[in-house]
């Protein structure tokens, strides 16, 4: 088994603290949300008194423990999700080639379950056969279930790819921290069809966030009889982010998180629990919380919103283009700007790579990041300022997108040598042009 490569952009000092803290912090952290969105009208200092005046004991009283239908919920889900996944028919994709010179084969199915599960919720709500207010009533549960059940399966991820990788490009680099933080595998499967990272990421993750959305907006209605024109805007935005998601399925996994990030606890763990916990806070707040926005307002956010989503679909959609044709396409009405790199494989095999300079990603070098902040900040809005709470997912997201692009130009660095210079040359700012 080959060594894992893994340079990191911060010092091992850092990388260290910041492994241990998500991996003993992030837990205690999702079961708080949920209390303070849900039990304290989101407010962090009610919260804090309550802990305070509680201590330890307190903590633990209102965590709540995994429930029999809490279970059920997840498992049901997560079979569907895989059934489906497996069964759906899909064109057939091929991911970029590996760092060991391996290329992934993917079907792309990903609208049509994407559209056959938010169909199937809520059918089943409207024929009476499932009130999705359970899974709200429960939600408490259900987080702490996949808490402790997704630390389970990256454990047994850890050793699959210890006892069983799928591919070559996979290794250990000899600290089990570092293995089970950042995983073992680039591209562990079940049998030769079944992808963990495309079911963990997209299939359970990215779903749940849609079928949340959609509970809540369901849970208000059922408690006030009507929903709110917050709830609406925050609900549509979101939905309409995950569908364009669904819809560009194919392009995410060339993205950091399938094609260099690794199966452990850092992508898995927070697929399975960050996602439908934190992800969807802004909709879980709103549901006690009602907001009426008026009709102008609630128009403006929408279409500001909406435009921001288009602004990042469109951002990967030229990217992939430009991909798809090898260069040979128009960028804003004209022939791109670009720069032909090289670069060599782990294996000694020497690359060809295009890097687009024209159009969005001449602006800046991850300039889609900045439409997909505001595209949260438009669906978290419409709870207004009350409370701060709501907004820690988008805090969160510019945190990690930032420190996403920091790794992504070492790493694009290092693969490209000169030629990322040249590049950096010519789109000099990371993500806001003219600012950073």
Known sequence: MGQQSKSTVHSPLLTYFSMISLLTLCPPFVILLWYTMTHAHGSVLQTFSY??????????????????????????????????????????????????????????????????????????????????????????????????????????????????????????????????????????????????????????????????????????????????DSMLVSTTLMLVYVTKFFWWEAGYWNTMDIAHDRAGFYICWGCLVWVPSVYTSP????????????TQLALFILVAGILCIYINYDCDRQRQEFRRTNGKCLVWGRAPSKIEATYTTFTGETKRSLLLTSGWWGLARHFHYVPEILSAFFWTVPALFHHFLPYFYVIFLTILLFDRAKRDDDRCRSKYGKYWKLYCDKVPYRIIPGMY
């Open 51 to 228: 802990l305070n005046n509680n201590g330890l004991q307190g903590f633990l009283t209102i965590w709540p423990k995994p429930s029999a239908t809490a279970c059920k919920i997840i498992a049901v889900y997560a079979a569907f999700e895989a059934a489906l996944q497996l069964l759906l028919p899909g064109n057939t994709v091929h991911g970029p080639i590996s760092p060991a010179g391996n290329r992934p084969i993917y079907k792309a199915n990903g609208v049509a379950a994407y559209l056959l599960t938010l169909l199937t919720y809520l059918a089943l709500w409207w024929f009476g056969i499932f009130n999705p207010t359970i899974v709200y009533d429960h939600l408490g549960e259900i987080y702490s279930a996949l808490i402790f059940g997704s630390f389970v399966f990256c454990i047994l991820l850890y050793i699959k790819g210890h006892l069983a990788p799928s591919s070559t490009d996979s290794g250990s680099s000899g600290n089990i921290i570092i293995d089970f933080y950042w995983g073992m595998e680039l591209y562990p499967r079940i049998g030769k069809h079944f992808d963990i990272k495309v079911f963990t990421n997209c299939r359970f993750g990215m779903m749940s966030w849609a079928v949340l959305a959609l509970t809540y907006c369901i849970k208000q209605y059922e408690e006030n009889g009507k929903v709110a």
């Open 283 to 294: 909709g879980m707040y709103l549901v006690n919380h009602p907001v009426t926005l008026g």
